[in-house]
């Protein structure tokens, strides 16, 4: 697939209203396009008829760019044989369950990751911890950061004079569990500046406070940029789990894009996204949490200083132009045959 040759490359997400498959994939294919790639996109199968289909037209593409998911066992060697290069794009720790189970631990879920990365020619990580997990198993591992297009998201303006503070959140129904793990810290704030900060959740799902009101935006992709410009301060709350570790800190991105500071919990990417006291802050405990975010609610000065350094940090590393070349060379360069791994049977 050198320059100058059309290559077919199949993309599989998850669904083009997914953050992962708009972040990770999508946005990336009218770049790829202008480079000589003909790019078509479909969602991961879920029906033994589309697992069918998938095998059917797997030959007649040059590259399958696969967003996350992994297929079972019975179905990946056919995937693997009837593919002529297979790139793996992996954004969230899905060798482990989710936070809200039990115990991290999945003999399942750690033998389909094996197993998936074991085939693939490429593999690309959001983050250092995912690398470490994915290099067991497979040498051609490369991190590339979740990234925005810069042209979308535009500053904030600062112009305004308002008293009332907005601290925001954005996320969907699988990840508010997150938000609501500092509802205390929130109700605090409520009660400290009363009428003087609000909330503005930008979700598909919802949650009310007693002492802070809440501003409840439903989630369009049309309207996150200008939902989220409309916010001070951006929050990211999140537990000290091997499923944390795995997040990209797509949601402090987001705030840095339209120049806002983030107060964060400081596991993995977090610590490397935000600068204590210079693109924001971060926060472990309850008291932490008031205190942080009261130095920004109490500061709009420090709040747009933050949020313009949380810009050049974006700029410098985490948007689509700086990243969009790098995910080209990698869907380009040269198929590395692994049809020979040997693969763990899974119940």
């Known amino acids: 697939m050198g320059e100058g040759i059309m290559s077919k490359v199949l993309v599989l997400i998850q669904g083009r ?10 946005q990336y294919i009218p770049y790829l396009e202008e480079h000589g790639l003909e790019c078509e996109v479909m969602d991961f199968p879920d029906s033994f008829g589309q697992y069918m289909f998938l095998a059917r037209i797997l030959p007649s593409f040059d590259c399958v760019f696969v967003q996350r998911k992994r297929f079972h066992f019975p179905f990946l060697r056919l995937f693997r044989q009837r593919a002529r290069k297979v790139v793996y794009d992996l954004d969230d720790a899905v060798m482990f369950k989710n936070t809200l189970a039990d115990s991290p631990h999945s003999k399942t879920r750690q033998r389909r990751f094996a197993n998936m990365v074991r085939l693939c020619d490429r593999v690309i990580a959001g983050n250092s911890f995912l690398k470490e997990k994915a290099s067991a198993y497979n040498p051609c591992v490369e991190v590339i950061p979740s990234s925005i297009p810069s042209e979308k998201y535009r ?3 600062y112009s305004g004079n308002s008293d ?9 129904h699988g990840s508010i569990h997150y938000l609501l793990r500092i509802k205390g810290v929130l109700e605090s704030i409520g009660r400290k500046y009363r009428g003087r900060v609000k909330l503005r959740i930008i979700c598909d799902t919802f949650f009310d406070l007693e002492h802070l009101p809440v501003e409840k935006l439903q989630w369009s992709e049309a309207g996150e940029v200008s939902d989220l410009q409309g916010i001070d301060i951006g929050v ?18 987001q705030y840095f894009g339209v120049g806002v500071p983030a107060v964060c919990t400081p596991v993995g990417v977090n610590r490397d996204v935000v600068t204590q006291g210079v693109t924001g802050y971060w926060a472990m405990t309850e008291q932490e949490w008031v205190d942080k975010l009261s130095l920004l609610i109490e500061d709009a000065g420090s709040r747009k200083a933050m949020g313009l350094n949380g810009r050049q940090v974006l700029d410098e590393g985490y948007t689509r132009e700086v990243n969009a070349p790098r995910i080209l060379d990698i869907i380009r360069c040269k198929s590395v045959s692994r049809t020979g791994e040997r693969l763990e049977w899974q119940g």
Request: charged share 25%; glycine share 10%; hydrophobic share 45%.
């Open 155 to 157: 500053l904030r303006d």
């Open 236 to 253: 990211m709350p999140l537990t000290d789990d091997p499923w944390s570790w795995g997040k990209c800190g797509l949601k402090i991105l």
């Open 17 to 26: 209203e997914v953050a992962a498959s708009r972040y990770r994939i999508l």
């Open 164 to 172: 009332m503070v907005t601290i925001g959140w954005i996320g969907d």
